[in-house]
């Protein structure tokens, strides 16, 4: 049977090609670098040979010949840090950052806005207005600016020139000793003896006389404290019999224990006053306000806090040390209409005061100086709570580094810091919140502060070492 010429045909077709190939391999390979040289191999295969390398290679112990294999393992710490990813620092550089340790708890996070407020007084309560009780010239004053003041203490004293409040003395002091005289007629003649010798008409017109003379003297007295005078002043006048030339005017007088400032002094010695001046303003710091104001989108959110009484922080930021925190105030009211300039609504948190520096000089009767903490017009940040989230992971601000859309943690593992991605579900100027899901668990130890510094030193280090696979070729 004859031989179909098909097959002959193929296989004289493919010897061609194959022989083709590898004339190209072996004039590439002689003149191209080694990027050729698996082209040539391969061509070497496909006609049955061996490469002139393959022996080489197949001789050469595994794990000698891949020297890059080497210099990659030494890229990482066989105790299980990533290089990359991990710092270690000497005790040195610790403390110049400041680095601070602490565990991963779960907490409550109270979601807040902040709103800016300003100290303010309390209207009707905290200033108290003194008055010159009488028009005269100030001959003393026995307080000074800034001085601490207690109740019923002296502070002016005042020489009366007004004509009309002596005029008033006067009648007062006339009418009462015709009372005396009245008083004294009724006595000698309801004494004399019997009905007859002297007519009980008689004494009862001396009667009728003493009470009219009473309700004139009760009049003249009312008259007096309409003037200014106190009630201890007019009864000095009748016991003494006896003109009053001038006046003490004392601080008000309280049940309670309270320290007043004095804090304005309208006038000075002698100065003329008339009655109704201003002689001095006196302040009662013990409690204060923070006035907030916030705009109409936030409405909602204030009046809510109000009405659950959910506790207020306030912030009062110092240049010459960290900010201060003053936790759970609470907002005492809420305005009742909106600026209708600036569209914003004031509210008002009670802000306690306490005394830092109380100061008396030396000798008896030495002036008191007293200093507060807190002070109108101090500018305070007041954080509302609006909501709450549960089971978060709370960290400090300077606990959390960001480097562009990631944001990074430290966590203490032995004398290293190994970084760890986080998710951060909300940031604000004084702390992060993370989210539990993994990344970080309860009890792990992290670096509590410099975060934005060992991001930096990892940063560093990553680019300024060598790469391992330079100068190296497969």
């Keep these: 049977m004859a031989t179909s010429p098909t097959p002959t045909f193929l296989v004289r077709l493919l010897s061609l090609v194959a022989l083709g190939l590898l004339t190209l391999a072996v004039i590439v390979g002689a003149t191209s670098g080694p990027g050729f040289q698996p082209l040539r191999d391969r061509a070497i295969r496909i006609l049955g040979g061996r490469p002139a390398d393959a022996g080489a290679a197949e001789a050469t112990p595994q794990g000698a010949s891949h020297v890059h294999g080497d210099a990659h393992g030494d890229d990482h710490d066989h105790d299980g840090h990533d ?66 003041v207690t109740p019923d203490q002296p502070l002016f004293e005042i020489r009366l020139t007004h004509e009309e409040l002596v005029q008033a003395q006067a009648n007062l002091l006339k009418t009462t000793e015709e009372v005396d005289v009245v008083r004294q007629e009724i006595t000698r003649l309801e004494g004399i003896g019997p009905e007859g010798i002297v007519a009980f008409k008689t004494i009862l017109e001396r009667k009728y006389e003493l009470q009219k003379l009473e309700a004139v003297r009760t009049a003249e007295r009312q008259a007096l404290l309409l003037h200014g005078l106190s009630e201890s002043q007019v009864d000095e006048i009748l016991v003494k019999r006896t003109l009053l030339g001038k006046i003490v005017v004392r601080a008000p007088a309280a049940t309670a224990e309270i320290t007043l400032i004095l804090q304005e002094l309208a006038v000075e010695r002698g100065q003329h006053v008339a009655a109704g ?67 914003t609504l004031n509210f008002y948190v009670r802000l306690p005061n306490e005394i830092v520096r109380d100061k008396r000089g030396d000798g008896a009767g030495s002036a008191r100086s007293v200093e507060w903490r807190y002070k109108p017009g101090q500018r305070i940040q007041l954080r509302v709570p609006v909501e709450s989230w549960a089971e978060r992971i709370v960290l400090p601000t300077g606990a959390v580094a960001q480097e562009g859309v990631e944001n990074y943690v430290f966590r203490v593992n032995g004398d290293r810091l190994d970084r760890q991605a986080v998710h951060v579900e909300h940031r604000d100027p004084q702390s992060v919140v993370i989210a539990n899901d993994g990344a970080l668990f309860p009890g792990d130890t992290i670096a509590m502060t410099a975060a934005q510094q060992l991001q930096l030193a990892l940063k560093n280090k990553s680019g300024g070492a060598l790469d391992p696979h330079a100068g190296h070729t497969h």
Excluded: M
């Excluded at 409405?299 to 659950?308: E, F, L, Q, S, V």
């Design 277 to 343: 001046d201003t002689l001095a303003i006196l302040a009662d710091h013990a409690s204060l306000l923070v006035e907030g104001e916030t705009f109409e989108q936030d409405i909602p959110h204030i009046t809510r806090a109000a009405a659950d009484d959910r506790p207020v922080t306030a912030i009062l930021e110092s240049k010459e040390g960290p900010e201060q925190r003053i936790e759970r105030l609470e907002i005492d009211y809420v305005a009742n209409r909106i600026d209708p300039e600036s569209r």
């Design 83 to 148: 290089e990359e990813n991990s710092l270690s620092l000497s005790d040195q550089a610790r403390r110049s950052i400041g680095l601070r340790e602490g565990d991963v708890a779960l907490s409550t996070f109270d979601l807040t806005i902040s709103v800016p407020g300003i100290v303010v007084e309390r209207r009707g309560r905290s200033k108290l207005t003194i008055i010159a009780p009488i028009t005269g010239s100030v001959t003393q004053i026995f307080a000074t600016e800034g001085e601490a």
